[in-house]
């Protein structure tokens, strides 16, 4: 009888590990988040590309340059301010700031402004990150 009992435990620690391998099955099946990078440009009074759409578990990689003075990428609900560096003379854009990523974890609208001095039509300069479903 002593020879059964090992290969009982054998059996029993095989389907142990079997089911715990079924239960993790999700955890190794589960895609890693997408990414996407975005170039982004800035000048006053605006944003290239004004408007982002992307699916909620992305990730947005983002960098911003300017054409001209300082800006900012700034939306302060999600903790977001990417100061943008002003262009140099003789530059035809300025440094890079960034990257910065954003998770879509949320669907919605975010608008992200400018608060940087760089005019008096600053309330207009405005990008948009949309994130559906």
Not at 19 to 42: D, F, I, S, Y
Not at 62 to 86: K, Q
Not at 92 to 109: L, N, Q, R, S
Request: aromatic share 6%; net charge positive.
């Amino acid at each position: 009888m002593s020879g059964i009992r090992p290969s009982r435990r054998a059996v029993i620690a095989l389907f142990g590990v079997a089911l715990l391998a079924w239960g993790c099955r999700e955890n190794l099946m589960e895609p890693l988040p997408a990414v996407r990078e975005v170039n982004l440009t800035a000048w006053q009074w605006g944003y290239e590309p004004a408007r982002i759409t992307v699916r909620k578990g992305t990730i947005l990689r983002l960098r911003a340059r300017s054409l001209d003075v300082e800006h900012t990428l700034t939306n302060r609900a999600l903790g977001i301010d990417l100061v943008i560096p002003a262009r140099k003379e003789g530059e035809e854009k300025g440094p890079e700031a960034g990257p910065i990523e954003i998770p879509a974890t949320v669907p919605g609208t975010y608008a992200f402004t400018c608060h940087a001095s760089c005019g008096p039509a600053r309330s207009r300069q405005i990008f948009k990150l949309v994130v559906t479903n």
